[in-house]
């Protein structure tokens, strides 16, 4: 989904029962007019299938297709599809078509015009993760104009949503999880930390060509997978990332390397 402009969000938490009418179809006025001028944030798995769609590498992908910005308050990288640097600012997958890559398009874009969002609040027990949605009403959207009824939940099965958020949880989590007053990020963080998530080609190369498998203590199995595997290699990212962010001892470090430090 398009980062939303705020006045185009509706200021209401929605659960997955929530009822609302859409259509969105080749026919309506407004064809793809959401596919431009927009700020979409495109998660790790999102990567993953996109550049293997188009049949590159993750560094081609990310160079040609995205820009890397950098959270205010965390520190962290985060990944924008790159929309085209002319007055229409379109996608560059979109034609008067559609989308051309439609059934690998990113989460957001699914999910739209339904927002997803988290949350980290405080409770007696502790910090928990609230999960809610919200709607995203633009002017140009006709969509809500439509007599097709839906509810939240059987919008996200029609939209094939789930796999995505299986996919994507860890890595949100893991967002929720860095604490926004701790120390910023260094550059050097900050690149291994953006390897590690988005460019897994550059990532496989580091873990087989660097000494990175003779200071972790990595299954064997685990090691020959991620080959591959490329959604193992994608959550071995996240350990990684957790490591780096020092959020939990999801990687270990061989004994020869604990005694040295
Ligand atoms: S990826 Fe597809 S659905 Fe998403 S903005 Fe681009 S053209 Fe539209
Ligand atoms: S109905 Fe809304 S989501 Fe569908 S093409 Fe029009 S603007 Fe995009």
Redesign the pocket.
Known sequence: MPIPSMKDVEPTKYTLDAKFKFRCHKGIKCF?K??SN?N?LLTPYDILRMKNRLGISSEEFLEKYTNMEIEKKTSHPFVI?KMADDKEKK????TPE?????TD??AN?RYYPVGQASLKKGSEKGPVHEEFYFFIREQHCLGYQEDVEWTIQSWREDQEVSLYDDMNREWMEIQLRRDPAGEPLDTNKQAQIYTASYDLDRFRRYIFESRFLDVFDIDKNEIEKIKTDEIALMRLGFKYVKYLLMLEEALKVKEKYKKKS
């Open positions: 793809t959401c596919c927009i979409i599809l996608c560059p997958f979109v559609g989308c051309t890559i439609y398009r990113p874009c």
